[in-house]
């Protein structure tokens, strides 16, 4: 998976006020190392690398009143078409398209839920460097209260398909772009944490997932969920110590 395909999650990155803190909390849960931006204006970004190729990023938030989000980005050859289409889909621009010197064109946006991603349209970098290994980003999932508007949107923005798969007591849906599964969606099972109304998670593979959700306790972060199995492997939810939502999951 090269991750750059139109479609397809292919970065992900952490907006949070507490940038220090998560270059302390990240890299001893996952081994991650960073690497700070020296340009003036990028707020000290910080690329996070395991085993030397880029896995995610941290930044400040956009505006001052955003709550800490991991968020999930998408490929897309145009960023401007995509946010036309959010609109017409009855969507929300949050952060119109701009330039990410020279690397990339982006956007942030949000679904008529409220669960909020962005897009990358790529130019010199084109994502992540590496997928579904330890420390790495491994899938992408809507917790949403309204699985038949976010069907009807995301078939619009980027011609996902919802393709339904029983598991158990929820009907859990896989989006397909063209011959691939990219992404999921989860029906709100529990109730939604109060500052999310519905949001995109971040699943990073691990190794262990009960180590890896104790760890995260023991470094200052709130286990939400704690580990169980799931039909791709065994996952648990956390938040970090400045409250952002991540999930991991040792996959089979």
Known sequence: MNGVEPGTPCWTDLATPGLEDARRFYPQLFGWTGRVSTEPDAGGYTVFLK???AVAGAG???TPDQVPIWSTYVA???ADLVATR???AGGQVVV???DVAGQGRMAVLADPAGAVFSVWQPMAMRGAELFNAPGA???NELVTPDPEGAREFYALV???HAEERPTGPVTYVGWRCGARIVAGMLPQA???PADLPAYWTVYFAVEDADATAARAAELGGTILVPPRDNPAGRSAALRDPGGALFSVSALR
């Open 190 to 192: 529990e109730p939604l």
């Open 158 to 160: 980027f011609g996902w």
């Open 137 to 139: 980003m491994c899938w």
């Open 96 to 98: 119109s398209p701009f």
């Open 60 to 62: 400040p938030p956009a």
């Open 86 to 88: 959010v609109e017409a």
């Open 51 to 53: 085993d030397g190729k």
């Open 76 to 78: 897309t050859d145009d």
